[in-house]
Every structure is written in structure tokens, then in C-alpha cells.
């Protein structure tokens, strides 16, 4: 893909999901790179980057889904956000508004929530059949009540476009404000990149205070 988008290697960045990024020049400046080892992956983030639009994520330039090559703009500064308190939490809210706005019939080649769910229940099965120290067959039976009743539809289902990671490090500050970036997309409720986020910023320590604050400026059960 380098030579093929004329582009001309600068230096490595930290990887994202089973990826490799780099620094890239090219006729628009400063490029980043990203080749990632499953191009349904890749293809993923693609599409979510572009419904995200450039106020909310990096601008997507070129997609390769053969070779699982993502070509985005680079974002300046691009720190990522760091957590020190839920006064970062407050910070993501706006962006997590604009990130989840209602799909309107868009066909997008991301999988559900749910179906993911499933997948790793499976896996937690075959912990439990083969590898017991890892997982018990009672913690699976468990796991998969809670996802039924997670996922049971309703008159209040709504399903947007979810970043699956979302956590600090995968948000970076532009000149402009905030993006996301290496998401894990899925569709599915925005209440889940709410928890998510909840338990991962200060790794379960302040999760009742995150799960709070979102929950009442998202207006989230």
C-alpha cells in the first residue's frame, strides 16, 4: 500500500487493535497509516470513522478492505485524553452525543452487539469445558441470564453506531476539540460505551461515580 498510494514511511505509533500504525508522508501532509492483521476489521473501522464524520473522528482519506489499509488524516496535537476523575468523564459527554446519533435506514457493515455477546459466550463455554481454572460452567450460565435480559428488545431499543472501546487513550485532542479513534464498532445501545467507559476509566474505582454522571447528562436508565 505504500507505494501503491505513493506514500513515504516516517515513523511507527503506538498500535491500535491487532494493528500496525505509522506516520506516512503524502501529497496531503502528514498521513497515518494503519494495516491491521483481519481486513473485516478494518473494514469495520472504516465505516464507522466515515458515519462518524470529521468532527468526531479522524477523516478517513483512502480504505483498502483488501489488505485491511486504512489511510486518516493526522490529528494535531493528538495526545490522547488521560483520566485523572470523573471531571474527564464530563468532558466525553458531547462527543459521545454527537458519536451516537439515531441511525435513519443507513445500511452499515458492522455486526450487532448482541451477536458479538454470543460469540463470547461461546468461548466462555468452551473455557468451561476445557480450561475450568479459567471459567465454571455456573459463571456461564450466569453471564448468559444477564445477556438475555440485556438484550431483550423493547419499545425503548435503539440501536446507533458504538465505538466498543471506549475508553481514554482512544480519545485524542485535535485543534478543534475531541476524536475517537480505534474503535471496535458494533451496533447496538449507547448505554453500553457508557459503561464501558464507566468501568474502564480508573479500572472499576470510580465506576459508580462515571456510571452516575453519564447516566444523568445522557439521560441513560
Known sequence: MVNAWDLRLTGLLEGGWNSLVA??????????LKLAAQPVAMAREAAALAWWGDEIA???LRHEERFGAL????????????????????VVVPLMERMHRPLAGE????????DL???????????????????????????????RRLFAPSDATEHVVLHGD???????????GLRVIDPRPCLGERAYDAGY???????GCDARSNVALLARALSLD
Open 71 to 90: 489511510l486518516m488524516e493526522r490529528l494535531e496535537p493528538g495526545t490522547a485524553l488521560g483520566w485523572a476523575g470523573a471531571g474527564d468523564t464530563a
Open 107 to 114: 445500511l452499515l457493515p458492522l455486526p450487532l452487539l448482541s
Open 23 to 32: 506516520l506516512a508522508a503524502a501529497d496531503e501532509g502528514v498521513v497515518v
Open 117 to 147: 455477546g454470543d460469540e463470547e459466550l461461546q468461548t466462555m463455554r468452551e473455557h468451561a469445558a476445557n480450561k475450568r481454572r479459567l471459567v465454571d460452567a455456573d459463571s456461564v450460565d450466569m453471564a448468559s441470564g444477564l445477556l
Open 58 to 60: 479522524p477523516r478517513v
Open 197 to 203: 467507559w464507566s468501568i474502564f476509566s480508573g479500572y
Open 166 to 176: 471506549a475508553v481514554p487513550p482512544n480519545v485524542l485532542r485535535a485543534e478543534d
